[in-house]
T-cell receptor, first 111, second 115 residues
């Protein structure tokens, strides 16, 4: 079972920041938080990952709370193409292990 | 650098036939994962392979399903005697061997329809 909890759906106005929350209260010290998204029926797309520090790349920012029990994915300027299901995943174990997908958050970006 | 490639993109089989799905990982990746997404459901892990080895097949159905990743060539997911319940999107992902933390990159998927 997935070790994360996410809201089932969210709306965001185009051009505004989209903040997607994720709870992972049972995360272990050596487990990473990964974010993926799936646009329509395409293959999941890797977005970002983090361990305990905040991370930023060209797609998004990841804010992890100090106790690591929750995190927020931030898309700074959402566009219509960001409409997708976003999955927050805690990597079970260390190293090359399978991803356990939950139900994710369906983000709808509205013009 | 080409991404993960899967073929065919769409596959139609009659009940009882065999389905073969192929996955070529990204260049430099030697770890392959297969996931299945049933209609209106989430992605479920099936099997994890390295070259010539099955590392974890805990998500594979016990019968009719098999996977391989030979020394040369793509990884193959094989479904024998397909049934309607096998209709789904099958995604392959690949990752690096070492260096961590091992993010996986997914292919576009193969959509299997069993008639």
């Amino acid at each position: 079972d997935a070790k994360t909890t996410q809201p089932p759906s969210m709306d965001c106005a185009e051009g505004r920041a989209a903040n997607l929350p994720c709870n992972h209260s049972t995360i272990s010290g050596n487990e990473y938080v990964y974010w993926y998204r799936q646009i329509h029926s395409q293959g999941p797309q890797y977005i970002i990952h983090g361990l305990k520090n905040n991370e930023t790349n060209e797609m998004a920012s990841l804010i992890i709370t100090e106790d690591r029990k929750s995190s927020t994915l931030i898309l700074p300027h959402a566009t219509l193409r960001d409409t997708a299901v976003y999955y927050c995943i805690v990597r079970v174990g260390v190293g090359n292990t399978p991803l356990v997908f939950g139900k994710g958050t369906r983000l709808s970006v509205i013009a | 650098n080409a991404g993960v490639m899967q073929n065919p993109r769409h596959l139609v089989r009659r009940r009882g036939q065999e389905a073969r799905l192929r996955c070529s990982p990204m260049k430099g990746h030697s770890h392959v994962y297969w996931y299945r997404q049933l209609p209106e459901e989430g992605l479920k892990f099936m099997v994890y392979l390295q070259k010539e080895n099955i590392i974890d097949e805990s998500g594979m159905p016990k019968e009719r399903f098999s996977a391989e990743f030979p020394k040369e060539g793509p990884s193959i997911l094989r479904i024998q005697q397909v049934v309607r319940g096998d209709s789904a999107a099958y995604f392959c992902a690949s990752s690096y061997t070492s260096g961590g933390p091992y993010e996986q990159y997914f292919g576009p998927g193969t959509r299997l329809t069993v008639t």
